[in-house]
């Protein structure tokens, strides 16, 4: 049972460089979310979708893209990558409702460094 | 706006009782969420109220006053792999979750 898997596990870009982390999930949830999480900042939300073709922009959006085109999959996308984006990126997913609650299921996270 | 507040560090004894506090203010309210995460580990999920009072799950409660804003995550006989942080995160309808900057939780021997 994978739960949520986030590939790539570490990545190392230059600045300008541009990359694609992928999320998968197989519990067939409807919402799935990225955030970020900085040093003494917690957990902040990127981007989220609530449904296969959907995408909403969460708390820090600016320098990130992201798609939905299968429900399974939500993808983030860095177009110019740039030091500020150093960062541990989490991909998440849940069900609405009872009697999953929305309960978020974590991936185990991608390590970005910027250089 | 939203935000949530927690203490940024706290200290216990193995065995003791350790409480760890949360207070939220958000645009909407459908239930207040804690994680427990490990370093660089993924959070996981620990409890969830939406009413009022006290959840209990084994050496773990968490009570909720939604009148008040405050929430709290109550630990009793600590183990040394209780030292982790812990987040409170508020669910605004289930579609934008607020978390909040974690308590790093330290289990002395």
Redesign the interface.
Known sequence: NAGVTQTPKFRVLKTGQSMTLLCAQDMNHE?M?W?RQDP??????IH?S?GEGTT?K??VPDGYNVSRLKKQNFLLGLESAAPSQTSVY?CAS?S?GHPA?????????TRLSVL | GQNIDQP?EMTATEGAIVQINCTYQTSGF??L?W?QQHAG?????LS?N?LDGLEEKGRFSSFLSRSKGYSYLLLKELQMKDSASY?C?A?NY?????????TRLSVLP
Request: aromatic content about 26%.
């Open positions: 919402y979310y955030y003494g900042m917690g957990l902040r939300l989220y609530v909403a969460g708390e989490f849940s609405p609650k929305n309960i978020q299921y974590f991936g185990a996270g | 940024t459908n239930g969420f994680y580990e993924a959070p996981t999920f969830y939406v987040l995160a669910d289930g579609q934008n979750f607020v978390f909040g900057p974690g």
